[in-house]
């Protein structure tokens, strides 16, 4: 009797066996899996793509900037950046263009000064004009006229006998232009012949104002 009872338990028991191995995987495998957390951007996220589209550190400070590593480097760097601020200060030169012409009047003892300029805005000009020649050169003088948008501005120079030798022995006049407050490469030179009066002025002649003084131009 033991014997059958056995007989019928043993496959009972494989089945029960085989069934507990194929449940206990799938119940496994049927868990949820915990969820993922989503990372929201935060400060410092944003800050790697502000830098990423400026093209800036996080100091604030163009990554594109000048490297120096040796002392070739300095010197390069500062080469650049002079180039740089005068490149920034151009635009406030004023004074963009001028002409000059330069005409001598021995009866009358005066050298006449006409300058054709153009400028960016109204402005008070720095003028220097001197005569070079074989006797040496003649300064005809400074002065600070002050130059429209566009324009033409004559000044007559009064030199007096003894100046007139040297005057009429020059060749060539230099001219330097500048406007009041730019810096110096605004500085405008200008230079060329000497023109002669075609008809000259008697000797002690009234002159363009009435008298022998230099007249302003305007």
């Known amino acids: 009797m033991q014997r059958e009872m056995r007989k019928l338990l043993l496959p009972l028991l494989a089945a029960l066996l085989a069934l507990a191995a194929v449940a206990i995987p799938a119940q ?5 899996l915990p969820p993922v957390p989503l990372v929201a951007p935060g400060p410092e996220t944003d800050a790697f793509e502000a830098e990423d589209e400026s093209g800036e550190d996080e100091e604030g400070e163009d990554s594109s900037e000048c490297t120096i590593e040796d002392e070739e480097d300095v010197q390069l760097c500062a080469e650049i950046a002079a180039e740089e601020r005068e490149e920034a200060e151009a635009e406030d030169c004023i004074l963009e263009d001028a002409t000059a012409r330069v005409s001598t009047n021995p009866g009358n003892d005066t050298v006449a000064l006409t300058v054709r300029y153009q400028a960016d ?3 008070e000009v720095a003028l220097d004009a001197r005569l070079r020649g074989n006797k040496g050169s003649v300064h005809l003088g400074a002065d600070h006229p002050h130059f429209r948008r566009a324009g033409t501005f004559r000044e007559t120079f ?3 006998e003894k100046r007139m030798d040297r005057v009429l ?3 060539e006049f230099e001219l330097e232009l500048q406007a009041v407050n730019t810096p110096h490469y605004c500085r405008i030179e200008l230079n060329g012949a000497l023109h002669r009066a075609k008809r000259s002025l008697r000797a002690g002649a009234p002159g363009r104002s009435g008298g022998p003084a230099p007249t302003r131009g305007r």
């Open 121 to 123: 805005a109204p402005a």
């Open 169 to 171: 022995a020059a060749r």
């Open 158 to 160: 009064f030199l007096g």
């Open 28 to 32: 496994a495998l049927s868990l949820p």
